[in-house]
């Protein structure tokens, strides 16, 4: 299985140290060299900077399409544009990115996409994770991510909680 990653779910799931539930679910992660650079080249350390740089089953890779990811840089930052390429590039099984704007434009591309919410429920079927509700409070407490009161609401009634 092909999974290209974007930031946002390596950040979010390593800021509540889930981020292995990426690799017991894929196995391997793709990122492209932006994402790498988001996660690693500032001074102030990210959650994730530090495991893309250590974890054998994160792997960088460099896209090869310029002109498209030039295309999408209309819409996107530099870290998705080169997620989708990638991910069209290496013809991969699923995308995982949060940013709505990119979710959209990676699905009127004909990728399959994952996010952050998506991970835990599947994770938790696979009995990975006991609940999901005490990892999204975590995430929305410590790593600041914004989920809806209606959505946060139907993730817990989708997995019974």
Do not use: H
Not at 136 to 154: G, H, K, M, N, P
């Amino acid at each position: 299985m092909t999974v290209v990653s974007n930031t946002s779910p390596i950040t979010n799931l390593a800021a509540v140290n889930q981020l292995n539930l990426l690799q017991q679910l894929y196995g391997n992660i793709i990122i492209p060299e932006a994402v790498f650079q988001e996660l690693t080249g500032i001074d102030n350390p990210v959650p994730g900077g530090n495991e893309v740089q250590t974890f054998e089953w994160i792997q960088t890779r460099q896209v090869i399409n310029r002109d498209q990811v030039t295309a999408l840089r209309l819409e996107l930052d530099e870290g998705e544009c080169e997620a989708i390429v990638l991910a069209m590039e290496l013809n991969a099984n699923r995308l995982l990115i949060d940013e709505r704007r990119g979710r959209t434009i990676a699905v009127n591309l004909g990728l399959k996409i994952t996010g952050v919410l998506g991970i835990l429920i599947v994770a938790k079927r696979r009995g990975l994770i006991k609940g999901v509700k005490p990892i999204l409070d975590d995430l929305i407490r410590t790593a600041r991510f914004r989920v809806s009161e209606s959505l946060y609401t139907q993730i817990l009634q989708d997995v019974a909680e």
